[in-house]
């Protein structure tokens, strides 16, 4: 009910302070603590995906809203943003939590033809997430393009695009599927 929205906004909070922390990563940090922290997020993001989502309805949706919000910036990989182990050697930020974030916007994003109010409007948010992502995805992926000339861009900001357009894929699938099993009006 209304009296937890309060609540809800903390964990919201919560969340994102966690999951999106403002203070760097400590200078000594090696890419197995780097991927043992990867794994705590991809952890709370199971427990969101499977055990929040799920219970849309009794929810309140600014804390929805926001999960969304937090969903897609968690999708937005950036191959550009490394860290750097003692031996300067590079290695990506996050790509599995950036993947699973991806998979469950995707996944809220299609559900089935239903008459639940709610159902219907997590699937316009993720929605509108997705393709929020794909639009600054391809817009990166032009400006970067347009900066590196003749040189090939990192097989890495490849995949993304890839990944980032898959949607956008489904999405059309989708509409024709609907489209082909609509009685003539």
């Known amino acids: 009910g209304d009296q937890f929205t309060s609540t809800w906004m903390a964990l919201a909070t919560t969340l994102e302070d966690f999951l999106f922390s403002k203070s760097p990563p400590p200078d000594t940090q090696t890419l197995e603590q780097h991927q043992a922290d990867e794994q705590i997020d991809v952890k709370i993001l199971k427990l969101i995906r499977q055990e929040i989502l799920p219970n849309l309805a009794s929810l309140p949706q600014e804390f929805v809203d926001t999960l969304m919000k937090l969903l897609n ?3 937005i990989h950036t191959t550009s943003t ?7 050697v590079a290695f990506p930020m996050k790509e599995e939590f950036a993947k699973l974030c991806f998979e469950t916007l995707l996944e809220f994003s299609f559900f089935k033809e239903t008459d639940d109010k709610e ?3 997590l699937s316009r948010l993720a929605l509108s997430s997705l393709m929020q992502r794909c639009r600054d995805v391809l817009l990166k ?3 970067d393009e347009r900066l590196n000339g003749e040189f090939p861009l990192p097989r890495a900001r490849m995949f993304e695009i890839s990944f980032a357009t898959k ?3 489904t999405l059309l699938s989708s509409l024709k599927r609907k489209v082909e099993t609509r009685p003539n009006i």
């Open 73 to 75: 910036r968690g999708s």
């Open 82 to 88: 490394t860290m750097f182990d003692s031996d300067s």
């Open 119 to 121: 159902e219907t409007q």
């Open 141 to 143: 992926y032009a400006e």
């Open 167 to 169: 949607p956008i894929s």
